[in-house]
């Protein structure tokens, strides 16, 4: 059994002499002209030794659920889960100018991604996650990233954000490692963050990079809702619980959950919302353990709030389906009259959005596009 927190003291120990290090250093009469530093006065307090700045402190691990004759027995990532359970608050790293949501949103197109997905974010950019005015109604695009857990590859990665979030002002990204259990997380990180910096966006669309959102179909359709009111849609899934089989992506075992079923839920792959259900979703966060199926996890704020979430027949989060096989699944025929679609590779995302953009799209007979 490999626990963590010895590796993180041997961090810490390699921090606290590199400080020695640094000091020793500073000290000695130096052999060479040191190099100008204008923007490093002597005695700035970010070059001390010590705790370099004033974050939250690194959340600790809880090591008494090691103890439990289960845990050792458990895949690592779900070790790595109970361990950190309870940890919830992680610095932003970057994020959007207050401007994303000084003026009135209409729908809020929150995109998790991971630091590596930077093709995925570029294609969503130029297609469907554009920023634009859809019948009038003004659209806005953030994605959702978290730290490559390598902190060598962190390094690159924060970069390149960097450059993004300089260029594109889409990028909000917190200091936790992203990864598939740590998802939930970043929704409560994301509902809480936009419970203060955007709550007067409309509806909110929650979803992921690969999928291929016809974001204008999904203005007409909200346009029909008040976003006072509670409004959560996507595809539904119930009378399902959790996958005990430990080789499964979704294994959940007994010691994160003894419950036999899960409460109604949406696909995490896309589902739309009300300003209304993100207020009452930012109330359920607080006080619920933290459940590492995101979509999920969103059901169990769902039910513990008496609402419940909707079925949207044009929400495919489990593909689409040729009725023939003589026509493509990718004909923008079938994709004309829906909402969301998993999952997409970017150039198909460009095909498609190009295609939809005809205004010839002919559609009813055979061989059409794809
Ligand atoms: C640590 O875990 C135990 C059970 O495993 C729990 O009772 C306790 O509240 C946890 N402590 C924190 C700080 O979350
Ligand atoms: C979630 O992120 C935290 C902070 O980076 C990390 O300590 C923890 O191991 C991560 N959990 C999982 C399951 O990846
Ligand atoms: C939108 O947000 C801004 C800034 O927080 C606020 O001044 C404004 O009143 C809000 N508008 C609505 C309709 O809530």
């Known amino acids: 059994m490999r626990l963590l927190w010895p590796r993180l003291d041997v961090s810490l120990l390699l921090l606290a002499l590199a400080a020695l290090l640094l000091l020793v250093t500073r000290e000695s009469p130096p052999s060479c002209p040191t190099p100008e530093r204008p923007t490093e006065p002597e005695g700035d307090p970010s070059w001390a030794p010590g705790p370099p700045r004033a974050d939250p402190a690194p959340c600790r691990a809880n090591l008494s659920v090691s103890a439990h004759p289960d845990f050792a027995g458990l895949p690592s990532h779900v070790r790595d889960f109970l361990?950190?359970?309870?940890?919830?608050?992680?610095?932003?790293?970057?994020?959007?100018?207050?401007?994303?949501?000084?003026?009135?949103?209409?729908?809020?197109?929150?995109?998790?991604?991971?630091?590596?997905?930077?093709?995925?974010?570029?294609?969503?950019?130029?297609?469907?996650?554009?920023?634009?005015?859809?019948?009038?109604?003004?659209?806005?695009?953030?994605?959702?990233?978290?730290?490559?857990?390598?902190?060598?590859?962190?390094?690159?990665?924060?970069?390149?954000?960097?450059?993004?979030?300089?260029?594109?002002?889409?990028?909000?990204?917190?200091?936790?490692?992203?990864?598939?259990?740590?998802?939930?997380?970043?929704?409560?990180?994301?509902?809480?963050?936009?419970?203060?910096?955007?709550?007067n966006a409309s509806f909110v669309l929650n979803g992921d990079d690969d999928v291929f959102a016809h974001t204008d179909n999904m203005v007409t359709y909200l346009q029909g809702h008040d976003p006072d009111q509670h409004l959560f849609v996507g595809h539904l899934i119930q009378n399902v619980g959790p996958i005990r089989v430990p080789w499964s992506k979704y294994f959940v075992p007994a010691l994160v959950t003894a419950e036999d079923s899960y409460p109604p839920y949406c696909g995490g792959g896309g589902f739309l919302l009300s300003r209304f259900t993100m207020a009452a979703l930012g109330r359920a966060v607080r006080v619920l353990p933290i459940f590492p199926i995101d979509d999920v996890f969103l059901?169990?704020?769902?039910?513990?709030?008496?609402?419940?979430?909707?079925?949207?027949?044009?929400?495919?989060?489990?593909?689409?389906?040729?009725?023939?096989?003589?026509?493509?699944?990718?004909?923008?025929?079938?994709?004309?009259?829906?909402?969301?679609?998993?999952?997409?590779?970017?150039?198909?995302?460009?095909?498609?959005?190009?295609?939809?953009?005809?205004?010839?799209?002919?559609?009813?007979?055979q061989g059409s596009a794809y």
């Open 299 to 365: 059901g169990m704020c769902l039910q513990r709030q008496g609402l419940a979430p909707r079925a949207h027949s044009g929400v495919r989060t489990a593909g689409v389906l040729s009725p023939s096989p003589r026509v493509s699944s990718f004909d923008p025929c079938f994709y004309r009259d829906l909402l969301l679609v998993h999952r997409f590779l970017p150039f198909e995302m460009l095909l498609m959005w190009d295609a939809l953009k005809q205004p010839q799209l002919a559609c009813g007979r």
């Open 83 to 199: 361990l950190y359970r309870h940890c919830r608050d992680f610095p932003v790293l970057r994020e959007p100018r207050a401007t994303k949501c000084a003026r009135p949103v209409f729908l809020l197109l929150a995109i998790k991604s991971s630091p590596a997905n930077y093709g995925r974010r570029q294609v969503l950019r130029t297609t469907w996650a554009r920023e634009r005015r859809v019948r009038g109604a003004p659209l806005r695009r953030l994605f959702l990233v978290g730290s490559d857990r390598n902190p060598q590859q962190a390094q690159k990665f924060n970069r390149l954000l960097e450059l993004e979030a300089q260029t594109y002002g889409d990028i909000l990204q917190w200091d936790f490692h992203d990864s598939f259990f740590n998802l939930t997380l970043k929704q409560v990180l994301f509902l809480e963050w936009q419970q203060t910096h955007c709550t």
